[in-house]
């Protein structure tokens, strides 16, 4: 029971007294200025990557299969027609970079808001598909300016169908002259079960610095067989607000201990087709991306490390990167997300996880405990 007092002058008994916060402040009288906010608390837990299919266990299958609808390939076929919608600059069957057959799209001199078209004769039913997938060749992408980005947007008979994507969160967009193979989930494009017939693929240079400057190849659609790319997600529980101070990714394979470090394999595993895809996402926008294709991928960044140890059999290894100095917080649908593009099915064990400190608002028997603050004072 909560027990009632007064706070008093022992000289002339005037009685302190709590005033509301006013537009004209405290300005009339006289005292400390005090506040109250909801008493803090703190926890260091570890929170896995999880799915709600697969758990927290992330050596799965997320190829894709099935059914292709082929889109471009540099008109080695004949399959989609690409033409310049907006600009003159994309050049559909350049034979400078081709990446399996004898020509590409050519983007490498486009501009900001230069729209290539890729237009089909007929309508397709995303019900068939599960994935935008291809290759690119980034030969320049400046980090200066305010945007620099490839856009990708479907379409039907000229309008908008879904959301348009950028090309950068699916790829090392600073990998520069290699082909890279990137896989687009059709939710990500908002797409389900719409009829499409067109693609939309532009050039953004908003700032200083060079545009991208880029070829794309082997454009199609990837039918629904195989489970299709599968997300893992570190995020902060309703409520909470989550700091992550460190990032583990730990892989079991049946591999000896010499062979487990490769640079250019994840243990058993040869450098992936579309590579696991890593992406910190704050209130909804991708702030940071990275496709892992390999051991190297994982290591050669800032802050990172790796252990390893097996024995006759079977081999594992950790890689960590450290937080420490500057959390990542998470709050809200905030999250780190790990999407399996390929499969790997014959890992013992891939699992990623974070160690957070965990802000929490403790609550008593009286409700929702809270902390006095002095925030400073006025002359008496």
């Known amino acids: ?66 059914t292709i609808e082929n889109i471009h390939d540099g008109e080695d076929n004949s399959y989609w027609t690409g033409s310049n919608l907006a600009g ?20 490498t001199v486009t501009i900001n808001n230069d729209v290539a078209l890729l237009a089909n004769s007929s309508t397709i039913n995303m019900n068939d598909f ?56 059709k939710a990500d494009m908002g797409l389900s079960s719409q009829e499409i017939d067109e693609i939309t693929v532009t050039t953004i240079d908003i ?31 309703p409520g909470e607000n989550c700091f992550i101070t460190s990032i583990s990714t730990f892989f079991v394979d049946d591999v000896t201990i010499g062979n487990a470090t490769a640079y250019d394999k994840i243990l058993g595993i040869s450098s992936l087709t579309n590579g696991i895809n890593i992406r910190r996402i ?6 940071f991306n990275i496709s892992s294709r390999q051991f190297s991928d994982f290591i050669n960044v800032p802050g990172a490390t790796y252990e390893s140890g097996g024995d006759a059999t079977n081999s594992w290894v950790q890689t960590s990167t450290s937080f420490a100095e500057h959390p990542l917080q998470l709050r809200g ?17 891939f699992r990623a996880s974070a160690r957070i400190i965990r802000q929490k608002y403790p609550t008593g028997p009286g409700g929702l405990q809270s902390t006095t603050i002095s925030a400073g004072r006025v002359d008496l």
């Open 88 to 107: 003159s600059n994309f050049i559909f069957n350049s034979a400078v970079q081709p990446s399996g057959g004898a020509q590409s799209i050519d983007a």
């Open 282 to 287: 704050e209130d909804d926008k991708t702030i």
């Open 1 to 66: 029971m909560a027990i009632k007092s007064y706070i008093a002058d022992s000289r002339n008994n005037n009685e302190a007294h709590l005033y509301e916060a006013t537009n004209l402040g405290f300005s009339n009288h006289r005292g400390l200025v005090v506040y109250t906010e909801p008493l803090k608390d703190f926890d260091t837990i570890a929170r896995f990557a999880f799915n709600p299919t697969n758990g927290i266990n992330m050596n799965v299958d997320g190829s894709t299969s099935g």
């Open 333 to 349: 649908n905030d999250r780190i997300e790990y999407t399996v593009q390929d499969d790997l099915t014959s890992l013992l064990m």
């Open 130 to 185: 599960s994935a935008l997938a291809g290759v690119v060749y980034v030969i320049d992408w400046s980090i200066l300016g305010t945007a620099k980005e490839v856009e990708i947007q479907a379409r039907n008979s000229a309008s908008n169908v879904g959301n348009s994507v950028n090309l950068s969160n699916y790829i090392n967009e600073q990998s520069f002259n290699v082909w890279q193979a990137f896989t687009i989930p």
């Open 207 to 237: 700032g200083g610095g060079q545009p991208p400057s880029y070829y794309l190849d082997d454009l199609r659609w990837e039918g629904t067989d195989g489970n299709g790319p599968q997300s893992f997600c570190i995020q902060a529980a």
